[in-house]
């Protein structure tokens, strides 16, 4: 697939400098001087489609390289549409990424948003090493309420890979949503308006790891708690034998060598309280990033 990006950050005077940077049609990149305090030492990519999304068959590649030892964050302005599909054309993205020794490299984008009857495929591979340091931020929105789409869609896949030292595979994960003849995606997916996937990996980053597998192991014991009377019997369920359900879910759990990575799964009933969540638990990178993320 011909590559419409590529971004090249590396060291320059010991700053993380952008070197090499080119896209072309339907993608741009904008890049600010400065993001944040002037001590970050953190660049910043806003990726662009022309037009605010993808339309059906476009075909997105881009390509980073990240420099031992620099800081880079990749974001959006505003969430990713994707336009119907004519006929049945899937529009797709794809993503690689290297990150050197001692780099970190955050993918923060806003969600994405499938329209009615819309095809889309996008894969992201990371190649890092053993001491490298990855944010992954992951999520879909079951599309245009106001336009009353709810998991609308003809299909959405979103493959995520990481490789460690080249070609050792470390974290290999696909979400495939698709209309079914005998279920609707909307049916499946019940009341969750929202799926997400937060990737926390390395040394950078291992203070927020730990940090974000309390909050959500605390929240989620607060969340499905089944509350007792003062005698210590626990209350009946409703009477249709059904707990109602929380209307914000979220699971954590390592994986690589010596848990070296975390992964966050989320289901919500809005869009809202999965950026407030994303906002708090990742607020630690500001430091590292200059700002906080989904500030």
Known sequence: MEKQGRVVVD???????????????????????????????????????????????????????????CTTVLTTQASTKVYKSVGSK????????????????????????????????????????????LVIVDWITSG???????????????????????????????????????SSIAERMQDYQVIAMVVLLGPRIKHIQNLVQENVKRMMSEQLHIPSTASGRQLKPNSDNRFTKPSFIASSSVFGPKGIGVVVRIAATTTESVYEFLQHQLAGLEPLLGVSPYH
């Open 11 to 69: 060291k320059v005077g010991g700053r993380s400098t952008v070197t090499r940077c080119f896209s072309k049609y339907p993608l741009k990149f904008i890049i600010p001087r400065k993001v944040g305090s002037s001590e970050t030492d953190a660049v910043w990519v806003y990726n662009l489609t022309y037009g605010g999304g993808i339309v059906s068959g476009d075909s997105i590649s881009c390509e980073f390289t990240i420099g031992d030892g």
């Open 90 to 133: 899937c529009c797709e993205q794809v993503l690689e990424a290297r990150v050197g020794s001692d780099a970190l490299l955050a993918v923060i984008p806003d969600p994405v948003t499938c329209f009615s009857t819309a095809r889309y495929s996008q894969k992201q591979v990371f190649r890092v090493a053993s001491n490298s340091s």
């Open 144 to 182: 245009r309420h106001e336009s009353g789409e709810k998991w609308d869609f003809d299909l959405y896949k979103s493959a995520n890979h990481i490789f460690i030292e080249d070609d050792e595979p470390l974290f290999l994960d696909m979400v495939h949503l698709e209309r079914g003849s005998i």
